[in-house]
């Protein structure tokens, strides 16, 4: 209908187009917007700025809308699109943070599958990192279902299941280890649980008792004691509380108490163990090897039950052999159930007095005391002596 070889100008109003609209002033520069032929629209120099007229990059948004407006929406429509932002460097490595959508097939990552899964992935040629973290004196936190999970404070300090870590690692609930087990600073790994799940206890006994307590079972049964300053171990079952062992063939396996003098030097000491089958040397005469031994160093040895009217009893055999009562009657002998009934009883063998010389001592009614020895004919000889 009209057709102007030449520049429309309009000098007041504008154009006004067919679906209403009016254009009052030219939508784009003469030569800064671009379409080619398949439609699509591209800048080739400059900056864009929307809602600002100073871009401070090659794109940049500023919103000033309140009601938690998103700055810049991305949205993709179809099922197996990608709705997210894409950077690439010159070497061909890329940082993608996309929202796949619920029918993609083809973005499988860590084992998981695609579909509808929130992605940031890097593919950074060269064997660059990636990099996460915050610049200034602020945390990191990294959550599931609007909650705080872990938690990197701005000190390194991280924690797991709480945002107040107080060490290096601070996790509220159990820790599990399913392949490796925990190392510790002198260099053991430790891939057991040292003490069961509901059958071994420790707890501190109080000021008064027992630094650390270990028991099974019932702690009622075990009452605390004011004698038992660091450790006490209780047991309710057929097992020995406190086992050791030695795995060398010529060592040992012992169980060694020490005390200490004013100026901290070794007073003294109590050895209960065994030595290996490939100990060498003697003691007092006996091979040292596969040895049982109680020593004692420092004072007198006292052994024997503390109960009124209990006996003590050495074996030699596997069976007692002497037997000191509680009365203080002692027996020689296979002592098993009958105790003895003198001061001293010897039976099922003979008393043999090796020194010549030596002999029975009795004392008289009047005080003198008598040594009864034998000569060579057999006959008893009484010789008057000083008493013990």
Not at 18 to 31: F, K, N
Request: charged share 10%; proline share 4%.
């Amino acid at each position: 209908v009209l057709s102007v070889n030449g520049l429309i100008e309009s000098t007041n109003g504008g154009i006004k187009f067919p679906d209403g609209t009016t254009q009052s002033t030219a939508a784009l520069g003469p030569s800064q917007w671009k379409i080619k032929s398949d439609s699509s629209t591209y800048y080739n120099s400059g900056k864009v700025g929307i809602r600002t007229t100073t871009p401070r990059s090659f794109l940049d948004v500023i919103s000033n809308e309140g009601n938690s407006q998103y700055t810049l929406n991305l949205s993709s429509t179809h099922s197996q699109g990608q709705a997210g932002l894409a950077a690439w460097n010159d070497n061909g490595g890329w940082l993608k943070m996309s929202l796949l959508g619920s029918q993609v097939t083809d973005g499988a990552a860590f084992g998981q599958t695609g579909e509808g899964t929130v992605q940031i992935l890097s593919n950074m040629t060269g064997a660059r990192d990636m990099l996460l973290g915050t610049l200034n004196n602020q945390s990191l936190l990294l959550g599931t279902n609007n909650l705080p999970r872990l938690t990197i404070k701005n000190d390194g300090r991280i924690g797991i299941g709480t945002t107040s870590p107080n060490q290096v690692l601070s996790v509220n609930g159990l820790i599990e280890s399913t392949n490796g087990g925990i190392k510790f600073p002198d260099g053991t790994t430790q891939s057991t649980a040292a003490l069961g799940p509901s059958q071994w206890k420790i707890t501190h006994g109080g000021s008064n008792y027992s630094k650390a307590r270990l028991w099974e079972g019932d702690s009622s049964k075990f009452p605390l004691d004011n004698y038992s300053q660091i450790v006490s171990v209780h047991s309710n079952s057929l097992g020995y509380p406190i086992s050791t062992y030695n795995t060398d063939p010529a060592g040992m396996s012992a169980i060694a108490h020490w005390i200490e003098d004013t100026n901290g030097l070794s007073a003294g000491w109590l050895l209960s163990g065994i030595n290996g089958v490939s100990s060498t040397g003697t003691s007092w005469g006996i091979p040292n090897a596969k040895l049982s031994a109680i020593l004692g160093r420092g004072g007198d040895f006292i052994i024997g039950p503390v109960t009124s009217n209990k006996s003590l009893y050495l074996l030699g055999g596997g069976s007692p052999q002497v037997v000191v009562s509680g009365n203080g009657n002692v027996g020689i002998g296979a002592y098993s159930t009958n105790l003895p009934n003198a001061r001293l009883q010897v039976q099922n063998g003979d008393v043999y007095l090796e020194n010549i010389g030596s002999g029975l001592i009795l004392k008289s009614p009047s005080g003198q005391c008598w040594r009864i020895t034998i000569d060579d004919s057999g006959n008893l000889v009484r010789t008057a002596i000083t008493c013990p």
